[in-house]
């Protein structure tokens, strides 16, 4: 069974930082892209970032660009989102996800709420 596990979400102030972690399990984890997408209140998801198998390529939304930093430990099978300079348009729940076959699977999801 397929499980993602997100946490480190919390309340910061502006230009505040946190570090998400995603836990995954039942999949071949460093064989898969693994991507963080974020849903704010009242809007749809929105793709933040994505780190290839290796961890040498990452790509961000341009929002988060210079802020965000993707990083994954293959050994501990997680990854991470590093978030510096934070913003209140960055609140929103933040999910880890992985591709695979037809499907994406993500998990419960943690919140980071930026506000002063």
């Known amino acids: 069974e397929v499980q993602l596990v997100e946490s480190g979400g919390g309340l910061v102030h502006p230009g505040g930082s946190l570090r998400l972690s995603c836990a995954a399990s039942?999949?071949?984890?460093?064989?898969?892209?693994i991507r963080w997408v974020r849903q704010a209140p009242g809007k749809g998801l929105e793709w933040v970032s994505s780190?290839?198998?290796?961890?040498?390529?990452?790509y961000h939304t341009t929002s988060v660009k210079g802020r965000f930093t993707m990083s994954r430990i293959n050994a501990l099978n997680t990854a991470y989102l590093q978030m510096n300079n934070l913003k209140p348009e960055d609140t929103a729940v933040y999910y880890c996800?992985?591709?695979?076959?037809?499907?994406?699977?993500r998990g419960q999801g943690t919140q980071v709420t930026v506000s002063s």
């Open positions: 996800m992985v591709p695979l076959g037809m499907d994406d699977y």
């Open positions: 039942g999949f071949t984890f460093n064989r898969n892209i």
């Open positions: 780190i290839m198998p290796s961890g040498a390529i990452t």
